[in-house]
């Protein structure tokens, strides 16, 4: 089977939920990279938090790699500013607090055996019922390396919550498709309408990588407004695996 979100401009056909239809219980939304949770599940967190539900933020990666060359802002600097970011993004959203794992940005995969006691431990404690992660078949390595961390500490705990993916580099028309995939996934689209600007705003908060608030570094990575335009719709895209 193709990868299923190969045809991402068909998503409009895919059913539109409301939150009320989810009872999710205990949330945790791991993000590979600062501001992933934000693009792929902002609405999602400012709908649940706005129905008072509980909602944890996990994030994998330091994200120091977005501007490798950058001598204003190097990787202990950029670490705490997309940090900040990620808090001040979140706190609009209604979370006030993000664990940060701090792995090697562009490296999650080559430290996931090294990382796993620590997730394990972090499961454990939180216990989530319903687990965001990025879509296991995401063109970038980091998010598919997230989904395989995530689910290798699953395995040990023998623990099965509600797992549901998001894509976010799917959404890129070069990027689009590039891993097929034997899994059986059905899509769905949650209706965030009404936290449409809320997430505008959070997404704002990052502004290290929408803007040229780090402007010495040629080859620093920037949010494309086509890339940002995907995030901009009154629904976020999720995926589930079926069993
Ligand atoms: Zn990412």
């Known amino acids: 089977m193709a990868n299923p979100v190969a045809a991402l401009t068909t998503v409009t056909t895919f059913p539109l939920k409301s939150v009320a239809t989810i009872d999710p219980g205990r949330v945790l939304i791991v993000a590979p990279h600062p501001d992933d949770e934000t693009l792929g599940c902002g609405g999602a967190i400012a709908m649940l938090r706005s129905r008072n539900e509980s909602v944890q933020v ?35 959203l209604g979370v006030e607090s993000a664990t940060f794992l701090r792995l090697p940005d562009g490296s999650i995969e080559d430290h996931i055996s090294t990382a796993l006691d620590q997730v394990i431990s972090y499961l454990q404690s939180t216990s989530p019922t319903t687990i965001f992660l990025p879509w296991r078949c995401d063109p970038h390595p980091d998010h598919r390396a997230t989904w395989q961390l995530i689910h290798q500490a699953l395995l040990t ?27 059986k996934v059905t899509g769905w689209r949650l209706d965030t309408a009404t936290v449409q600007s809320l997430k505008q705003q959070a997404i704002e908060q990052y502004r ?32 589930e695996e079926i069993r």
Do not use: C
């Not at 060359?69 to 609009?92: D, M």
């Not at 705990?157 to 891993?179: C, F, K, M, T, V």
């Not at 402007?215 to 999720?238: C, H, I, K, V, Y």
């Open 58 to 92: 996990l994030v994998v990666s330091d994200g120091t790699l977005s501007h490798p060359r950058s001598r204003k802002f190097p990787a202990p600097v950029l670490r705490a500013l997309r940090e900040q970011e990620t808090l001040n993004a979140l706190q609009i």
């Open 157 to 183: 705990l023998s623990i099965a919550p509600r797992i549901i993916e998001y894509p976010i580099w799917d959404w890129d028309i070069e990027q689009r498709g590039s891993i097929s995939t034997t899994v």
């Open 208 to 239: 290290s990588q929408t803007t040229d608030l780090i402007n010495d570094d040629p080859d620093g990575f920037r949010l494309t407004p086509e890339m940002l335009s995907n995030f901009a719709q009154p629904w976020e895209l999720f995926f």
